[in-house]
């Protein structure tokens, strides 16, 4: 059964940091396209940032470029989003997405988990 599970969210004062780690089974991650979303309430889940499978190319929301950095491990199955410099509009709920290609649509992304709340404030 494929199944993504995300970890690492937290409270954490304006300014800090947060490792968020979303590890993939029961199909093989590395042919896939990952990304992140994030979805606040009564805000619609919106892109955050993204990695593809084939050159390992990376891409940011203007909101979080600068301050965010996607990576990927693929023995381990594992993608990760550091958030360094977090704001108070950071918080959310952070959700990972495995796709055939990266995008900001979530329509491109055929696995979700289930997210982990992020929350940026003093």
């Known amino acids: 059964q494929e199944k993504l599970v995300e970890s690492g969210g937290g409270l954490v004062q304006p300014g800090g940091s947060l490792r968020l780690s979303c590890t993939a089974s029961?199909?093989?991650?590395?042919?896939?396209?990952i990304g992140w979303f994030r979805q606040a309430p009564g805000k619609e889940r919106e892109g955050v940032s993204c990695?593809?499978?084939?050159?390992?190319?990376?891409h940011y929301s203007n909101s979080v470029k600068g301050r965010f950095t996607i990576s990927r491990d693929n023995a381990t199955n594992t993608a990760y989003l550091q958030m360094n410099s977090l704001k108070p509009e950071d918080t959310a709920v952070y959700y990972c997405a495995t796709g055939s290609l990266t995008g900001w649509a979530t329509a491109q992304y055929d696995y979700w988990g289930q997210g982990t709340q992020v929350t940026v404030s003093s």
């Open positions: 990695i593809s499978t084939s050159d390992g190319s990376t």
């Open positions: 029961g199909f093989t991650f590395d042919y896939y396209a």
